[in-house]
C-alpha cells in the first residue's frame, strides 16, 4: 500500500488500529536493519583485510542521494537523511574495534570528532594533552588516536604537527568537525565575569568577541576547552569557551552562544592508525619532508606534483630545532600513493628532498557531510536558561 493512500477509512478513527499497524512495520524494520548490519559486519572484514577504511564518506553520501532520489514522502529529505546518518554510524559501530585516544577529558571537540569518525560505540580514552595522545598510541596503548591538525580559522595545531614530524605515525582517516564555541559560566548572565578560561586555539577564535564582550576579563589559557569548563565550575567569577553540551556535564549554564568570529569555523582531525587503507578515489597524501637549505629549495619541492596535475592541498613549515633557520614540511596532497602520478612525483621527490616518508594516504572527508548536532542527542545541549 503507498503510504499516500493511507486514509482514515482504512482503519478508521481507532488509533489502536494505527498502533497495530506500526507495530507490524517496525518489527519488518528492525529486521531488515539487522539483516543490514550483518551485511556491514561482512563488508568490514573485507575492509580489514584489504585495509580500507573503515569509514568511507563518499560511499555514505553516495547512499543518502540514492535513498533521497527514491522517497516519495511524507518524511522530508532531511528526515530520510537524518535516519540513514544513523543505521551507518550503527554499521560503522560495529565494524569497529580497539581503544580510541583523543584529547580529553569528556566533552571536547576531540571527543566528538571520536564519535563522528568510529561511532558511539567507540572506547575513547581521554589524554591530558596533545603530547599524551601520540604517546599512548605509539607506545601501543590504543590502537588509534585521533588528534587536531588544523582550524579553518587560525591554522596549524603546532603540537599536533611537530609530534607528527617526530614519531611518523601512521595516518589512516581524517574528520572535520564545525567549531560552535559557547561561553560557559555558573552564573545567568555575562555580568561578574572576570576571567575566561580556553584553550589557546579557541581563545584566538573569539578573539574579537572577548574583545567587544568581555574587555576587562582576563584571559587564561587551558590544555583542553572541557579542561577550561572544569575549571570555570569551580571558580564563581570564571566563565569557559567550550561546547554547548560540556554545560552539562560540568554543571555550567551557556551564557552565550557562537561566539566564534568566524561562523563557518571548523576542525579537521587527523585519525592515527597503523592499517594501510586502500585507494578510494577521493583520497589525501601527508608527507613528512626534509629539505636542504640551498635557493630554490621549496620550488623543488612543488615541481614534481605541478608536473603532474597533481594538487597540493596544504603545506606548513616547522622549524628543525636542532638545526637554525632550516624547516622540515609536513605536506598534504590529493590522491592515494598508489595513483600513477603520485607515486611517480614521489619517485621525483626522494631524488630531490633530504628525506621523504609517507605517513599516509587516506580518504578525504567530506565536510558537509557531518553536522555538530548530528553527533550528541538534543538533551545534552546544555542549560540555555
Known sequence: MDVLSVSVADGGDHIDHWRDE??????????????????????????A?????????E??????????????????????????????????ELQTHGKIAF?????TYSEDAVRAYFGEAAVPCPGASIDEVFARFVGGEVEFAVVPIENSTEGAVNRSVDLLLDTSAPIKGEVVIPVRHCLLSTGRSLSGVTRVFGHPQSLAQ???????????ATRQEAPSN??????????????????????????????AEDIQDHADNCTRFLVLGNAPTAATGFDRTTLA??????????????????????????????????????YRFLLDVAGHRD??????????????AESCRVLGSYPRFDSAFVTVDALRPATTAGDLS
Open 289 to 326: 619532508v626534509y629539505l636542504d637549505h640551498q635557493p630554490g629549495a621549496l620550488a623543488d619541492l612543488l615541481a614534481p606534483f605541478g608536473r603532474r596535475g597533481v594538487s597540493v592541498l596544504w603545506v606548513d613549515a616547522r622549524p628543525r630545532r636542532t638545526k637554525p633557520w632550516r
Open 59 to 92: 560511499r555514505e553520501r553516495q547512499v543518502v542521494e540514492r535513498l533521497c532520489s527514491l522517497n516519495g514522502g511524507p518524511l522530508a529529505d532531511g528526515q530520510v537523511d537524518a535516519i540513514w546518518q544513523a543505521i551507518m554510524r550503527a554499521s560503522r
Open 206 to 216: 573569539c578573539r574579537d568577541w572577548l574583545e567587544r564582550m568581555l574587555p576587562g
Open 339 to 352: 595513483d600513477p602520478q603520485l607515486a611517480a612525483a614521489l619517485d621525483e621527490l626522494g631524488t630531490v
Open 103 to 107: 584529547l580529553g577529558p569528556a566533552g
Open 226 to 255: 572541557a579542561e577550561a569548563a572544569r575549571l570555570a565550575a569551580a571558580a564563581p567569577d570564571s566563565a569557559a569557551i567550550a561546547a554547548a553540551h560540556a554545560a552539562a556535564i560540568y554543571g555550567l549554564r551557556v551564557v
Open 22 to 47: 506500526i507495530d507490524r512495520v517496525d518489527e519488518q524494520l528492525v529486521a531488515l536493519i539487522n539483516r543490514r548490519a550483518g551485511y556491514s559486519l561482512a563488508i568490514g572484514r573485507v575492509k
Open 49 to 57: 583485510r584489504s585495509g580500507a577504511a573503515t569509514f568511507q564518506p
